[in-house]
């Protein structure tokens, strides 16, 4: 399968990218709708990964201060690499953009992936939207 990943703003990604988050966070993981979407998502570099039919397949975003946030991979295509793309494209960006670290709050059940990347575990679990997290952090350069 070909694959595209664009990098963008939320005007030019966004409703793709919703869509996905949508489906993952709200619909599969019962995360109160008006949780979803932030007033961060205006100001994010949005990533979008689809295949060569258009259908997305995965997304994530970078705010201003290195936090990567919103990543999802659709049900179906998840342990195909997709997720680790969209990171990786994250990273290199927030790396290009000067940032030390790049921090994220990881729900637990998908922290062993977010240490597949080189992140660590920063602090204790907590509790956001109703689902387990914890802090990490990649440290660039």
């Given at each position: 399968?070909?694959?595209?990943?664009?990098?963008?703003?939320?005007?030019?990604?966004?409703?793709?990218a919703?869509?996905?988050?949508?489906?993952?966070?709200?619909?599969?993981?019962?995360?109160?709708?008006e949780?979803e979407?932030?007033?961060?998502?205006?100001?994010?570099?949005?990533?979008?990964?689809?295949?060569?039919?258009?259908?997305?397949?995965?997304?994530?975003?970078?705010?201003?201060?290195?936090?990567?946030?919103?990543?999802?991979?659709?049900a179906?295509?998840?342990?195909?690499?997709?997720?680790?793309?969209?990171?990786?494209?994250?990273?290199?960006?927030?790396?290009?953009?000067?940032?030390?670290?790049?921090?994220?709050?990881?729900?637990?059940?998908?922290?062993?992936?977010?240490?597949?990347?080189?992140?660590?575990?920063?602090?204790?679990?907590?509790?956001?939207?109703?689902?387990?997290h914890?802090?990490?952090?990649?440290?660039?350069?």
């Amino acid at each position: 399968m070909t694959t595209v990943l664009r990098l963008g703003s939320w005007d030019e990604l966004g409703e793709q990218a919703y869509r996905l988050r949508r489906s993952v966070f709200v619909e599969e993981q019962g995360v109160p709708v008006e949780l979803e979407h932030d007033e961060h998502d205006a100001t994010a570099l949005h990533a979008l990964l689809s295949d060569d039919k258009g259908m997305v397949l995965a997304t994530g975003r970078l705010l201003a201060d290195g936090h990567i946030g919103r990543v999802a991979v659709l049900a179906q295509q998840r342990g195909q690499g997709h997720g680790r793309r969209v990171m990786r494209a994250l990273i290199e960006e927030a790396a290009r953009r000067g940032h030390a670290f790049v921090i994220l709050h990881a729900q637990t059940d998908a922290q062993a992936f977010y240490a597949s990347l080189g992140f660590e575990p920063v602090g204790e679990v907590f509790m956001e939207a109703g689902i387990p997290h914890v802090g990490m952090r990649l440290k660039l350069g």
